[in-house]
């Protein structure tokens, strides 16, 4: 049998129901837009992340646009980011006219190395960004004190994060701002484009709103060139349903992780990941290390088993991104990680008979013949 990638249908089972009743309620309602479901789910989101305001938006990437726009990147600034990073983080800064900055990784965790961040810094420098990678968070302490004494807004990448959490505090709180996706694989996901941006600043949180409808507060009133970015209804009355499961479904994503650590301790010729000191991670993703990827990973994938790579060519390396003008060898680590990364399936319902088919697979191809399965792990 094969092993999805991930499965949203088993997610989508599980609050049908609820989607269903809330769905009635907004047709029977008419109100497609800005309907009472899109304040709840703000609210109860805020409140799940811990902070004051939510404001829900039309994608992950716009609501990274929009916190940058409102904590004062401009045309010509300039925004630190990891180069390990969905494109999107650099996108978002290229679309108001900012130069994104990317910078090295750490590599253990391949998040960003808080060194690099502090050696980039200049006069240009408009916002720094650090991405809270494969549901880990970044490492907070070092790069707010570099943000702090720089004077210098930290704007969080949290889209791959909700529910990750670092010394007890939940990614997206350490900065002025975060912006998180709800795209329908991650770890809050909705059923179609979707996203958030989260902030305890009253007054950005109020020019995020203006922004995402028109730069409008109020109807034919426009104070600011904005975008029509407004999270849709039906995404909301789907995120609410599934924000009740969140922490149920993070901690089956945990002891999938630890399930798979377990299995692959006597493979030889993979590198698991690891959480760092303080870190509890809500491995939106679990990504391995292999030589000989291409290979490994085309093999998976005639086995059955669903997998990914996040990602395969670094931000630099991108067509889209030549103007940078950084070619291979600038950032070592991102470069020598992209080669070797590969995702292996990971979704709340993921079964132990599943992983041990995942692993049997692996090991198979990386041994170069026929293994046998691993040993179980307790169920």
Not at 89 to 102: D, F, K, L, Q, Y
Not at 188 to 217: C, E, F, I, N, Q
Request: charge should be negative; aromatic fraction near 6%.
């Amino acid at each position: 049998m094969s092993v999805p990638f991930v499965d949203l249908k088993a997610q989508h089972a599980e609050v049908a129901s609820e989607v269903d009743a809330g769905l009635a309620e907004v047709f029977a309602r008419t109100a497609f837009i800005g309907g009472p479901a899109v304040g709840r789910f703000e609210e109860a989101f805020a409140a799940y992340i811990g902070v004051q305001h939510c404001v829900g938006v039309g994608n992950g990437t716009d609501a990274l646009e929009l916190a940058y726009r409102a904590v004062g990147v401009r045309p010509g600034g300039e925004v630190i980011i990891p180069a390990n990073t969905f494109i999107a983080t650099a996108e978002a800064v290229s679309r108001i006219g900012a130069v994104p900055v990317p910078v090295e990784v750490d590599p253990v965790h391949l998040l960003m190395d808080p060194e690099a961040v502090r050696a980039a810094v200049g006069p240009r420098t408009q916002a720094i960004v650090p991405v809270h990678l494969f549901g880990q968070v970044a490492p907070m302490a070092q790069i707010t004190a570099i943000a702090q004494a720089a004077g210098v807004p930290l704007v969080e990448d949290a889209a791959q994060a909700q529910g990750a959490r670092q010394d007890g505090r939940a990614a997206g709180t350490f900065g002025v701002v975060a912006g998180t996706s709800f795209y329908p694989g991650k770890n809050l996901g909705a059923a179609g484009d979707a996203g958030g941006v989260l902030t305890d600043d009253a007054d950005v949180a109020r020019t995020v709103r203006v922004l995402s409808a028109h730069g409008s507060p109020r109807k034919y009133e426009h104070e600011l060139i904005g975008v029509n970015s407004r999270l849709d209804t039906v995404q909301a009355v789907v995120l609410e349903a599934k924000l009740r499961r969140l922490d149920t479904w993070n901690a089956a994503r945990r002891a999938a992780a630890d399930r798979y650590a377990q299995l692959l301790a006597d493979v030889p010729g993979v590198t698991v990941p690891t959480s760092a000191a303080g870190n509890e991670d809500i491995w939106h993703l679990y990504v391995v290390q292999v030589d000989d990827r291409d290979r490994v990973l085309a093999e998976l994938g005639a086995a059955g088993i669903g997998v990914g790579i996040h990602y395969p060519t670094p931000v630099h390396l991108t067509q889209a991104y030549a103007g940078l003008g950084l070619a291979r060898g600038a950032f070592p680590v991102t470069e020598a990680a992209a080669d070797r990364i590969l995702s292996l399936p990971m979704f709340p319902h993921l079964t132990a008979d599943q992983q041990e088919q995942v692993v049997t697979a692996l090991a198979a191809a990386l041994s170069g013949r026929t293994a046998s399965p691993p040993h179980p792990v307790t169920r």
